[in-house]
């Protein structure tokens, strides 16, 4: 069954030297369930394309549907409460909030949908055990390591039950042992049931995924099922 659905997808920007064409008709399914890497040069389309799936922008033309909602007839109020509703997001620069703990940034989207604050320390606990930080809970961002940045940006994403997590080059601001870590539990994350749509440049990040999909000039130019790459945990190299 398809969480994500595009037909005819555009995206066509009126820029003062003319209009560009950035997304160019692209016709796409995603399963639930899936772990697809999204690869493509700069200007291929493969931003354009995340920005429109995690609802941050607006098509010119086409057809998306999330979850089986039609995403092109919300107003800006009903893609703000689809996107906090069904979308996690991890980005490269984690974009923690410096002067709250951990605990306190996985709050924060139970903050937006209103959640009372037992319930959301709670699950926000949860959350930062499912990613190995349950010990952390109290330590602000500048007392963590990148890659534990990283997992406490991955449990705010989780921590709403979301249908989809968009993760944008999570591992660019990685070291290549950390990078394998993350990737490893994006890998877990599936397994247990994720859809995970992660967008990078670097191929051997894109190995990890079930799926690849690679975009040119707007285009997708290649869809294929690939034996992911098994990255190894923290503990499997320890």
């Known amino acids: 069954m398809a969480l994500i659905e595009t037909q005819g997808l555009r995206r066509v920007y009126d820029l003062d030297a003319g209009k560009v064409v950035a997304l160019d008709h692209v016709d796409l399914a995603i399963d639930k369930g899936d772990f697809v890497a999204v690869m493509g040069p700069s200007g291929s389309g493969k931003s354009t394309f995340m920005n429109l799936i995690g609802c941050l922008d607006r098509p010119s033309g086409g057809h998306y549907s999330l979850g089986g909602t039609s995403v092109e007839t919300l107003d800006a109020n009903?893609?703000?409460?689809?996107?906090?509703?069904?979308?996690g997001f991890v980005f490269q620069q984690f974009n923690l909030l410096p002067r709250l703990d951990a605990l306190g940034n996985v709050e924060l989207p139970m903050i937006y949908a209103g959640m009372d604050r037992k319930h959301r320390r709670d699950r926000a606990l949860q959350a930062l055990a499912r990613v190995g930080l349950a010990e952390r809970a109290h330590h602000r961002p500048m007392q963590l390591s990148g890659g534990q940045q990283q997992r406490v940006a991955i449990a705010r994403a989780l921590v709403n039950n979301p249908s989809l997590l968009l993760a944008d080059e999570p591992t660019g601001a990685l070291d290549s042992r950390t990078a394998t870590e993350i990737l490893g539990l994006f890998q877990e994350l599936n397994r247990e049931g994720a859809t995970i749509v992660l967008v990078t440049h670097d191929a051997d990040v894109g190995r990890h995924a079930r799926r690849l999909v690679r975009?040119?000039?707007?285009?997708?130019i290649e869809d294929v099922r690939q034996e992911p790459l098994q990255a190894r945990m923290a503990e499997a190299a320890e």
């Open 78 to 87: 009903g893609l703000a409460h689809l996107r906090n509703r069904e979308i």
């Open 215 to 220: 975009f040119r000039d707007g285009r997708v």
